[in-house]
């Protein structure tokens, strides 16, 4: 076991103090990310981040007794509050802070097991992939919620290795979720440029504070993403609370990325978008639809995207049709990666990737698109059996080494094999439905899953499924009535 990986489990051991307290497992990795700050910017020092006296990790050390609990809730308030702290990245983590540790005791336990751990001093990496074990193991235990934000880390290097990441480019999350799409692309751009030396000092600064641009939606997701990404040394400037859905993500510094990276929430939105730039999906109240045209929109001609959807955005009809329509008339739709089940923690709806790239000019669209399909006669995977690297190791080889897909470098396999080329006008054929599947299995992988939990998330990605066509049915007779009722007026 590597040290980390030894760190996250006596931390995540601990979490059974607080259980008995009342505090489920998403709370007490939000107090873990108050305490872990705290315990940071002592060890960095208060003058790469400034967290006022008082209120520092070694008051919080020396408190006894219900004086600690007093002291920390104390902090908390302070460190939110613009009139205390002059730090913005503390403001932002600690904004509307509280906690929910009721028993001094179990507060005292959690500071003395973090004080005793010696992580940060020694490799500031080793401190990034702590947490980012801690959010995986939040992410394994709340189907639910956690999954909602957290993407399988070996599908975010696969995706991000494809892309391949340069250093000047604007990269994008406009889900960002915990950050592991830019943290990914960072890591990549890092080792290429011998951790930024290599570049000369205005390329630096763009690269620490203006390269990585998102949104995320959820305050306390947010929090735990500017945590992470701090963590990680990357301390962009255009990481913002905000959704993306709405005029926040038509603005400037969205717009004209080079690179998008996402795997963008699924399912019900809880309205309509509401952003004036929208053409296609200004209609759809749910996710996936708008979120597509977002990254349409926000791409600059040349840019490049690999964004995971759900396989309705393949077959939807109305303006699931028209987005597929617009997206290969103005990009060059040239992947589909048709993704294993099971490999979201909390969602067993089917997933897939697009990998695309924006148009440079008229003219400059899909000429065809090439489906990879790693679903159909593969493990049946869960919390039990795991995604692994070497399972996405055959398509890798068989996408190549141009991140925009060139078709050169590909093999069609034909019926047999895993990966085949379809033409536009074949697509077109199929009135543009790009839900494309050849191969045959002996049986659904769902078959064979075993663990209730697994079983669980399965049926709730067919309801998930079944409440996606039902919405997208009444939106396009809501758009039948308006149309119907426009003509009788004239």
Known sequence: ???????????WRLCTILRKDGVTYFQYVTELTYLLFLKMAEERGTDEIRVPEGHRWSDLKRAEGTAKLKLYRETLVALGDPETTTDR????IFANAATVIREPTNLATLVAAIDELEWFSDDRDSFGDLYEGLLQKNAEETKRGAGQYFTPRVLIEVLTGLMKPKAGEVIQDPAAGTGGFLIAADRLIRAATDGLTTLN????????HSAYRGLENVADTYRLLLMNLQLHGVESDYIRLGD???????????CQADL???????GPAGGRPSRDDFTVTASVSSYQLPFVEHCIRALRPGGRAAIVVPDNVLFEDGRGRELRRML?????LHTILRLPTGIF???GVKTNVLFLRKGRFTGDNTEAVWIYDLRTNMPAFGKTTPIRPEHFHEFIVAYGDDPDGDEEERTDTGETGRFRRFTREEVAGRGDNLDITWLRGAEDAEDALSEPTDITAAILGHLRDALMEVEALAADLEMTDSLIMAEAAE
Do not use: H, W
């Open 1 to 11: 076991m590597n040290p980390s990986s030894d760190l996250v489990n006596k931390l």
């Open 89 to 92: 990245l503390v403001q932002a």
């Open 201 to 208: 000092e205005r390329a630096q600064r763009f690269q620490i």
């Open 244 to 254: 993306t859905l709405s005029p926040s993500g038509s603005a400037d510094y969205l």
């Open 260 to 266: 998008i990276l996402t795997n963008p929430p699924f």
């Open 328 to 332: 290969m008339d103005t990009c060059d």
């Open 345 to 347: 923690y909390a969602q």
